[in-house]
């Protein structure tokens, strides 16, 4: 990755044409080709950008970056360069499940009946091509159910499931497919989005998982 801090002027021209004045702005060059603009706000989108395939040309002062199917440009034009360095990323490892969602995914795997008398697991980890769901089973009826784990749910985790039942209804191997939203705490909101969606939420004791009985137990 090439990272370059510089005074400059951002010109897009493609479909439409948009201007970035002169300012300092941190321009960020991936091995992948793409490029992009950031000013020191805006969390983590940049200001501008171009998406692979492209190609960077350096002609003094002016730095062209030319899309390689649509022939879109940014065109910096560079007053002074405060910063400019190269670093080896080398290849990413990906995300890694937090460690009580993966322990989670494990032992419900191992405890499937927690969702209901007669099921029985298919798998763990069933890939789809946006990513793999956390378990796919079949309920007491011989229906699919698809599986996400959270340690805690809230909406995001409700989009992500209904993605994958999207792409898991379309097999009819497996469809019709239902989605169970399990998490140790569920957030209001996730459970109205979930419920909209024909979503069944399951709230997951992690001790109880594990065989843990509690410190302070009770009658009911």
Not at 40 to 64: I, Q, V
Request: charged share 25%; proline share 5%.
């Amino acid at each position: 990755m090439r990272l370059v801090i510089a005074r400059c002027s951002v010109d897009y021209i493609g479909r439409l044409t948009a201007h970035l004045p002169m300012a300092p702005r941190l321009v960020l060059i991936k091995a992948d080709g793409s490029v992009s603009i950031h000013a020191d706000d805006r969390a983590f989108k940049p200001l501008n950008w171009m998406n692979p395939p492209c190609k960077l040309k350096e002609d003094g002062g002016t730095w062209t970056v030319t899309h390689g199917k649509t022939g879109e440009k940014l065109v910096l034009t560079m007053e002074e360069i405060l910063h400019d360095s190269s670093h080896e990323l080398g290849v990413d490892p990906g995300l890694i499940k937090d460690g009580v969602e993966a322990h989670l995914q494990e032992l419900l795997a191992e405890h499937i009946t927690t969702l209901g008398d007669g099921y029985s697991l298919i798998r763990r980890e069933y890939m789809t091509a946006i990513g793999p769901v956390d378990i796919l089973c079949r309920d007491a009826g011989g229906a699919t159910v698809a599986v996400e784990i959270k340690r805690r749910g809230e909406i995001d985790g409700v989009e992500q499931l209904t993605r994958y039942l999207e792409l898991l209804n379309r097999d009819p191997l497996l469809a019709p497919v239902r989605g169970v939203f399990a998490a140790q705490e569920i957030k209001p909101q996730a459970r109205v989005l979930a419920a909209d969606r024909g979503i069944d939420c399951v709230t997951l004791d992690y001790d109880g998982l594990r065989g843990i009985e509690p410190e302070n137990p009770t009658l009911f």
